[in-house]
T-cell receptor, first 113, second 110 residues
Framework: AQSVSQHNHHVILSEAASLELGCNYS??????LFWYVQYPGQHLQLLLK??????LVKGIKGFEAEFIKSKFSFNLRKPSVQWSDTAEYFC???????????FGRGTSLIVHP | DAGVTQSPTHLIKTRGQQVTLRCSPK?????VSWYQQALGQGPQFIFQ???????QRGNFPDRFSGHQFPNYSSELNVNALLLGDSALYLC?????????FGPGTRLTVL
């Protein structure tokens, strides 16, 4: 069974700082990869996804993620964070052919204005 | 177009009781998945319903059961509640492999 590790549980940044959140998974086959965000008081929503093709994926609100197959990683990046990016971020992976994603435990991001 | 809706938003039960949570998927979505999200953790898959049948199940005991109706809405039932069942229960409706989550039901077991 696959597993997902998010090594940063809590991240605190000032506005305009750059962000990189780590995500590693354990599964040897083809995968589909997702980043979800949960803003305070709101439901989980999709930030970006990777199915195939260009390993650099761009999502909403200026986020991007890079799939590095050799490192089993799918790190999330944003060049300049805003206060409104304060939220919980979840990485998720599902094996190709499976309908069910496995989620990491999440990273809590706090951005100070 | 309404998104995924869940009811109730909050619920308090005592140990040993039974609870039913409800979910209506996005319009046109025929597949519903349920997740349990404990505090400080990511969502954990409970089961998925498609065409009124349980298609896949995660590592949860038989106390957790579900149902899907002809209009694609779904229920999650939990029997003999334990303190450890306290969590946010999320419903997601699916098109392909992309999931759309509802706001969740916060269950507290005392």
């Amino acid at each position: 069974a696959q597993s997902v590790s998010q090594h940063n549980h809590h991240v605190i940044l000032s506005e305009a700082a750059s962000l990189e959140l780590g995500c590693n998974y354990s599964y040897g086959g083809t995968v589909n990869l997702f980043w979800y965000v949960q803003y305070p008081g709101q439901h989980l929503q999709l930030l970006l996804k990777y199915f195939s093709g260009d390993p650099l994926v761009k999502g909403i609100k200026g986020f991007e993620a890079e799939f590095i197959k050799s490192k089993f990683s799918f790190n999330l990046r944003k060049p300049s964070v805003q206060w409104s990016d304060t939220a919980e971020y979840f990485c998720a992976v599902n094996a190709a052919g499976s309908y069910i994603p496995t989620f990491g435990r999440g990273t809590s991001l706090i951005v100070h204005p | 177009d309404a998104g995924v809706t869940q009811s109730p938003t909050h619920l308090i039960k005592t140990r040993g009781q039974q609870v039913t949570l409800r979910c209506s998927p996005k319009s046109g979505h025929d597949t519903v998945s349920w997740y349990q999200q404990a505090l400080g953790q990511g969502p954990q898959f409970i089961f998925q319903y498609y065409e009124e049948e349980e298609r896949q199940r995660g590592n949860f005991p038989d106390r957790f059961s579900g149902h899907q109706f002809p209009n694609y809405s779904s229920e999650l039932n939990v029997n003999a509640l334990l303190l450890g069942d306290s969590a946010l229960y999320l419903c997601a409706s699916t098109v392909g492999i992309e999931q759309f989550f509802g706001p969740g039901t916060r269950l507290t077991v005392l």
